[in-house]
């Protein structure tokens, strides 16, 4: 079930800063553990490794569907393959997937966000 609205987070989507240390950096605040960047903003994700990304972790992603055309998934320090369940559902609500490490996702996030595209992020913070 997706957390009530009034969960803590940054409410619009913002580039970030940097990453590393077990977390990162954003709209001048830090953040330890992973992240999903959405349009409706940016969330905590209790996700620490690829194994735990299921539909459950990814309910909130889902539920932006409409919104989001471009989905980064960044996995840690290497790139790790989705089950090919989630990669159905992600055609199925009609969202690119890209699977790439933390880095080169958080990177290719802040770019297209900066070109105005609709794309989102969950980045699995590194150390």
Request: one cysteine or more; glycine letters at 12%.
């Amino acid at each position: 079930m997706i957390a009530p609205a009034q969960q803590p987070h940054f409410p619009r989507p913002v580039e970030i800063d940097s990453y590393g240390k077990g977390g990162f950096r954003f709209a001048g605040m830090s953040h330890r553990g992973s992240l999903l960047c959405l349009p409706s903003g940016i969330w905590g994700w209790t996700v620490s490794d690829p194994a735990q990304i299921d539909e459950q972790a990814l309910e909130r992603v889902f539920a932006d569907a409409g919104q989001i055309g471009l989905f980064m998934l960044g996995t840690g320090r290497t790139r790790v393959a989705l089950p090919d369940a989630l990669l159905w559902r992600f055609r199925d609500l009609k969202i690119n997937a890209e699977i790439m490490s933390t880095g080169q996702a958080a990177n290719t996030y802040n770019i297209l966000l900066g070109e105005g595209r609709q794309v989102a992020a969950g980045l699995i913070a590194v150390d």
